[in-house]
């Protein structure tokens, strides 16, 4: 388990550590076994309360350029049929990557 500093609520900063772990992660595997081409590092440990909400640190919003009311895509990643990973993508950007992958081929679909 990687060590925190505490800054406040829901502002722990982690020091950067392999996303899951040895029990999730393969050594040389990237996240669950999935290609990792920056690598994952653990940035914060945050706290989910009793209705399931939690923050996301002012700084990794800042980083990120999530501002209220933005939207997020809550990807999840399964292993051997377990969710083992999550995944925050800016749903603006997941629509244009649905956009660019399958445009063209829902184009060549509706021509036939």
Known sequence: MPSTKGQGRGRSKAEPSSCCGDECCPTGAGCCGLPSPGGCQVEAIVAVDARG????????????????????????????????????????????????????????????
Do not use: F, S
Request: charged share 35%; with cysteine.
């Open 53 to 112: 909400q939690m923050v996301l640190p002012k700084d990794l919003r800042d980083q990120l350029g999530i501002k209220p009311n933005d939207k997020l895509a809550v990807v999840a990643w399964k292993r051997e049929d377990r969710i083992c990973c999550l995944t925050l993508l800016k749903a603006d950007e997941l629509a244009d990557a649905v956009r660019v992958t399958y445009g063209p081929l829902l184009n060549d679909m509706v021509r036939r």
